[in-house]
């Protein structure tokens, strides 16, 4: 039956309600934090939940629907709960699909940006999230921009930007650089078209400089932040210890220096390889070996850096006709020209010991190169396996070092080096540095201007901001330079320095750099006197939730981190992690694939909520599975949503009003499951586990109509109160329903403004769980505890049953797998 069909039946109309509720909302200014603006009393707890805000690229999609499901069902949790809460609301109005999307139309990137923007805040509205729209900012306002250019200005005042020419990932199409993250599989990610490298002066900021603190801060996040997202990180930064070693090489002066982990192996390396694509490369080529190189630096340029680390790919190469020596025996090693090695890890150089490394094992076997064992592991040679022994092991064939082990050998070696002169010790990252400058018109502008004579002067702070030309530039010029650079009358300027011709800097900002610090903004979006306002900072900052999706682990949240410490070492923040607790959401797909235009499977928003109702989306996108998992839109029920909505609504409707209930507390049995629901509810929701708290409300809801049926009826006191904390829990993630059936309770607006029902100890302590206790997966012994027991709780008291030690017999416990409050499953050590 069509859902709008089940409304006329039972009187339940999910639309009829929305425009009363938004304005009752908004006139009695419920979802406005207090304390936000001069003179306004302010709450004990501040609480300050974000969520990543959105791209205007259009109206809302089905990814908006759930990711602001949840951030507004935890900002309603924690306002009924009595906190002082900062629900706030932005876009990340700046970037390349504006542009494109107005270079296809024929607009001004502000005419789309701005429309979209006006879009998506209905539709917020109609969705019923909760924000304080006094928040409301947009990154392409000048009045934003401005202080990204002032963060950059005192950045580059402290050696944190720098310009410098580079390879880099351009899209022919878009005609702009791409950052790695942009890049999936070779391709551009907006628009799928092949990335090829090129060499431009680019500005970047200096991470690499952060990048032990990026590691060692994480520590403050570990237990608050998923571990998946923590380990992403860890490996992006990519901490290497090892040591530099010198190789000279043959027609250069200076020596060049590499960087392996294992400097144990040094007596294996039989060549050395140089990425194709580094100045050092062609500067080691020798004369005769000038056309074959070039042919196949040609080759390379074609591949992405993800094609060219590609373990499964054959590996190619071109020797330079060079030799570099060994630092430690003296012999003579060729040096070759290889994809497989990329420019930009240390000086674009490696060591290549074939028998310990299977990249090098893999291209020593292309190129017919020898193979010498120097760590005696025990397997099998290189060569007669096609695999490289990478573990520990006993040093031979390594002069003095023979018999020593990895640890040992590692230390003496890095020794000797450090004393020939010859390297150290030292501590290698795989981050780089952020490369910030884009070929776009729609960004922020970088403060720079370029004069002949000064060089790369500074824009004032007094000038800022840089606005962007609103005419006389061209979104895509056929000369190839960047938009602005086709705009003559806004480049030409004079020097802030010596007052001579000079010219603005061309390229925009990457709009990671909009992100990177915008919610330190909200507490105070008019503020003019800085980049934000340093009380609103104080009060309400660090971030007590941020929501977003884990595909930003690398990008935004890394770069959030690093200005954050950044801001902290200016002294304009008292705090070096930006992020207290961080939830990710995950996608939703349609019949197991992403949705998609092409595909055919593309779910629109507005479609379903015409259909349904925004309450009825938001419960489903909710009950449909942890935060964390995607949602299959092909394998949810909408439809299932609206049907026990409006049996909520309808049972609301059917209890006595207070005035004409019976006397006393109510029927116990029904007062006891009443409260036994709003505490395991209670506990659901301060874990971010929607899914089972809209479970438990349904749970309730049955028990309620089974309680007006056939037991004490719809005037007993218990019902009633089961009835209003229904309704007051329903409204963090159904409030239009929640508010109507506050009504039809006889209560006046708004249930907000009623708090969260509390459950009552006495009754809660009284219940108990059987806990199955097995012994190699046999039942043992059974278990009475509390629902909310602990794991470590519940091993110690599986570990300390009788029944559990006969089972046992003697036997040491392996592993004790616990699923509590259910399960514990103790598992013998196997022989």
């Known amino acids: 039956m069509p859902a709008q069909e089940a409304f006329s039946q039972d009187g339940y109309d999910p639309h009829s309600m929305i425009d009363t509720w938004i304005r009752v909302w908004e006139e009695r200014r419920v979802f406005e934090a207090r304390g936000l603006t001069a003179g306004e009393e302010d709450g004990p707890r501040r609480s300050l939940l974000v969520s990543m805000y959105p791209y205007p690229s259009g109206d809302l999609h089905m990814g908006h629907a759930e990711v602001y499901s949840m951030s507004d069902a935890a900002a309603r949790f924690a306002r009924l709960r009595g906190d002082n809460v900062l629900n706030p609301i932005g876009w990340d109005s700046f970037g390349l699909p504006a542009e494109n999307a107005a270079l296809k139309r024929d607009l001004d990137p502000r005419d789309w940006t701005y429309g979209n923007i006006d879009v998506q805040a209905e539709s917020f509205r109609r969705l019923g999230v909760s924000f304080d729209w006094r928040t ?5 306002d000048p009045e934003y921009y401005r202080w990204n250019q002032w963060l950059f200005l005192r950045l580059l005042e402290k050696g944190l930007a720098y310009r410098k020419s580079a390879g880099v990932n351009w899209c022919p199409v878009d005609k702009t650089v791409l950052a790695n993250e942009q890049v999936l599989q070779g391709k551009c990610e907006r628009c799928a078209t092949d990335v090829v490298p090129r060499e431009l002066t680019q500005w970047f900021f200096r991470t690499t400089q952060y990048a032990q603190r990026l590691l060692d801060d994480m520590a403050e996040l570990e237990g608050k932040w998923p571990d998946e997202i923590l380990a992403m990180q860890r490996n992006w930064i990519g901490r290497s210890e090892g040591a530099y070693v010198d190789f000279t090489v043959e027609g250069r002066d200076e020596p060049v220096r590499v960087f392996t982990t294992r400097p144990d192996t040094l007596y294996g390396a039989t060549f050395f390889v140089v990425a194709a694509d580094s100045p050092l490369a062609a500067e080691l080529c020798a004369p005769e070996q000038r056309a074959a190189f070039e042919e196949y630096l040609r080759e390379v340029r074609t591949r992405s850096d993800v094609e060219r680390l590609a373990t499964d790919r054959p590996k190619t190469g071109v020797a330079l006709n060079r030799y570099a020596v060994n630092p430690v025996n003296g012999a003579k090693i060729p040096v070759y020209a290889a994809e497989y090695v990329l420019p930009d890890y240390g000086t674009g150089a490696v060591m290549a010991v074939p028998a310990h490394d299977q990249r090098d094992l893999d291209f020593a076997t292309a190129m017919g190169l020898p193979v010498t064992v120097v760590v005696e592991t025990g397997e099998p040679h290189p060569v007669e396996t096609g695999v490289a022994t990478t573990g520990d092991g006993t040093l031979v064939d390594s002069g003095a070092f023979d018999g ?8 003496s070696v890095t020794a000797e080096l450090a004393g020939r002169g010859a390297g150290e010790g030292a501590v290698n990252y795989r981050l780089r540095d952020w490369l910030l400058s884009r070929q776009r018109y729609w960004g922020t502008p970088i403060p720079v201007i370029h004069c002949s004579a000064c060089g790369e002067v500074p824009v004032p702070d007094d000038q800022l901001p840089v606005r962007l030309p609103e005419t006389g530039y061209e979104l ?3 000369s190839g330079v960047s938009p602005l650079g086709s705009a003559t009358e806004w480049k030409r300027v004079p020097c802030p320095a010596c007052g001579g011709d000079a010219e603005r800097d061309t390229d925009t900002m990457d709009t990671f750099v909009d992100s990177s610090w915008y919610f330190l903004r909200y507490p105070n979006p008019d503020y003019t006197d800085g980049p934000f306002d340093p009380e609103g900072v104080r009060r309400w900052l660090p971030v007590d939730e941020y929501i977003g999706g884990k595909e930003h682990a690398t990008g935004h949240l890394m770069y959030a981190r690093f200005i954050t410490k950044v801001l902290h070492d200016l002294g304009l923040v008292p705090f070096v992690e930006p992020f207290t607790r961080l939830a990710n959401q995950g996608q939703v797909i349609m019949d197991g694939k992403a949705m998609s235009k092409s595909l055919g499977n593309l779910v629109d928003l ?12 938001r419960v489903t996108m909710l009950f449909a599975g942890p935060p964390e998992d995607d949602i299959d839109w092909a394998d949810v029920s909408p439809t299932g949503s609206v049907k026990w909505l409006a049996r909520v609504w309808r049972l609301c409707g059917d209890v006595v009003p207070a005035d004409r209930q019976t006397a006393g507390p109510g029927d116990p049995e029904v007062r006891t499951r009443v409260h036994r629901l709003v505490d395991e509810t209670t506990r659901l929701m301060e874990r971010n586990r929607f899914n089972v708290a809209i479970a438990r409300l349904m ?7 089974k ?5 004490p009826g719809a005037a007993d006191p218990a019902v009633r109160e089961g009835a209003e904390g229904l309704a007051r829990m329903l409204s963090c993630v159904a409030p239009f329903t929640a508010e109507e059936a506050w009504k039809r309770l006889g209560r006046e607006a708004s249930v907000i403004e009623y708090g969260w029902p509390e459950a009552d100890p006495g009754l809660v302590a009284q219940q108990t769980v059987t806990c199955v206790v097995q012994v190699a997966g046999k039942v043992r012994d059974r278990l009475e505890v509390t629902p909310a027991i602990e794991e470590d709780a519940l091993r110690s008291l599986a570990l300390a049953s009788q029944k559990v030690a006969e089972a ?3 036997r040491e416990v392996g592993r004790v797998i616990v699923r509590a409050p259910g399960l514990v499953n103790v598992v013998p050590r196997k022989d």
């Open 136 to 140: 409301r900012l947009h990154t392409s």
């Open 404 to 411: 020593l082990g990895k640890q040992n050998a590692i230390a």
């Open 476 to 478: 895509r010029p056929d």
């Open 606 to 617: 507005q479609d379903q909520i015409a259909r349904y109702g925004p309450d009825a989306v």
């Open 699 to 705: 749970e309730l809801t049955s028990a309620l109509r």
């Open 707 to 711: 309680a007006i049926d056939t037991g």
């Open 808 to 810: 046992l017999g003697g």
